[in-house]
């Protein structure tokens, strides 16, 4: 709203949560913004590990997906790679690996409270990819 001369009073505009995935697989990255956007979350994806981690340094999200297992570079490398530069991001791990791989990486990630991080296991439904996005 404008007021009096010229100066804008009222309203504050609302800013989107920002959403960072990365996957290897475009079928999990397409489920994840479709999901993101019903959501109102502003997404990007990248299919690698060097282009993550030049997206997070520049965009500062508020939540990430990291797949575990990928070719390029490994999704704990990349936990700690966060952790190292002061992640704030609630991270959300993705895992087609088995239990005991995904639970791991989520301990070495949570190690000395560094980083806030929670599990998806593949295959994942809507409801638990839109539950885990929302806390």
């Known amino acids: 709203m404008h007021g009096s001369g010229g100066r804008i009073t009222g309203e504050k505009k609302q800013v989107s949560k920002r ?14 913004r479709g999901v993101a956007r019903e959501m109102e979350l502003d997404v990007d994806v990248v299919t690698h590990g060097s282009y993550f981690m030049a997206a997070d340094v520049r965009k500062k ?3 990430i997906t990291l797949d575990i297992i990928m070719p390029d ?3 704990i490398e990349l936990l700690r790679w966060l952790g190292d530069v002061g992640c704030t991001a609630h991270v959300i791990l993705l ?11 989520k301990r070495l990630g949570e190690d000395g409270g560094r980083l806030n991080v929670s599990c998806l296991y593949k295959p994942f439904s809507i409801h638990d990819l839109r539950t885990t996005l929302a806390a």
């Open 61 to 63: 999200p508020d939540a």
């Open 95 to 105: 895992s087609g690996a088995s239990f005991q791989y995904a639970k791991m990486a």
């Open 19 to 32: 959403l960072l995935s990365i996957d290897d697989d475009p079928g999990i990255l397409s489920l994840i």
């Open 73 to 75: 570079m490994d999704g």
